[in-house]
Structure formats: C-alpha cells, structure tokens
C-alpha cells in the first residue's frame, strides 16, 4: 500500500517532465542542412565544323527506326554520321550525347541542335565501337 501511494504520488510529475522534455525536443528549431553549390558545367566553344564532327547514333529507347531518323536529321544539319545501331540498354529515359576528349564544344553544339540536357564525357562505350566517330549519341524516350 505504501508502494502504491508513493508511486501515484510521483507518478504524475514524472509523466509531465517526460511529456514537456519530449516536446522540447520536437519543438526545438532544427539544424539547416548545408548548402551545396551546385556546379555549373560550361562546355567548351567548338573547334570543328560539324562536317568534320563524327556522330555515332545509337537507340536507346526501343522504338524501331529511332537511330535511322536521328541521323537523317543530322545529316540534313550537316554533321557526318559514321554509324547508326543499338545501344546496349533499350530502357534510357533521357537522350544523352557523349563525346570523346578534346570534342566538348562539338557534343554541346550537337546537343543544342537535338535539343540534349545531358551532355558528357564518353562512359561504357570502347573506342573501337565508335567507328570513328568522336561524339555519340544515345537517344532516349524523351
């Protein structure tokens, strides 16, 4: 009985210390996370002609023909396309044009005319696969 009394006598202040420490604790101003810059990428201006530039068209997106008409277009704008085929996967969602060192400026002027938001260096693809081409491009879904 003794116990009993001690613990109702004392249980109620040690409920509100818990309930006011805990909503302190949710109520207290959190800690911004840090700004990270985000970097801007500016490609390079072009030092070739897109008659000297090389183009590799490849599908990524599984629709039959969508290299072929790529570099119908890219013909008619002036670029020499050297190949067109499959890329390894067929599920890319966005386009991507790729580009050998030293041709950043022709792979950004490509992307601009197809009208590309991802742009980078080449990535899985061997040079001999290139047929010597010097910019890639990956089409996508969109």
């Known amino acids: 009985m003794l116990l009993g009394l001690a613990f109702a006598l004392l249980a109620k202040p040690l409920a509100r210390t818990v309930q ?7 109520l207290a101003p959190t800690k911004a996370a840090p700004v990270v810059p985000h970097k801007k990428f ?9 008659s000297q530039t090389g183009v590799l ?14 570099a119908a277009s890219l013909g ?13 996967r067929q599920n890319y969602a966005n386009s991507v044009v790729m580009y050998k060192r030293g041709w950043a400026g022709e792979a950004g002027r490509l992307a601009r005319d197809l009208h590309v938001k991802v742009v980078g260096p080449l990535d ?12 890639v491009v990956v089409l996508g879904a969109r």
């Open 20 to 26: 006011h420490r805990a909503e302190a604790k949710v």
């Open 42 to 50: 500016v490609l390079a201006i072009p030092r070739h002609t897109r």
């Open 57 to 70: 068209v490849l599908n990524g997106n599984g629709r039959s023909g969508a290299a072929g008409n790529a």
């Open 76 to 88: 008619s704008l002036g670029y020499r396309v050297r190949g067109t085929g499959n890329a390894k």
């Open 124 to 135: 899985g693809i061997s040079s001999s696969s290139l047929r010597g081409s010097q910019v």
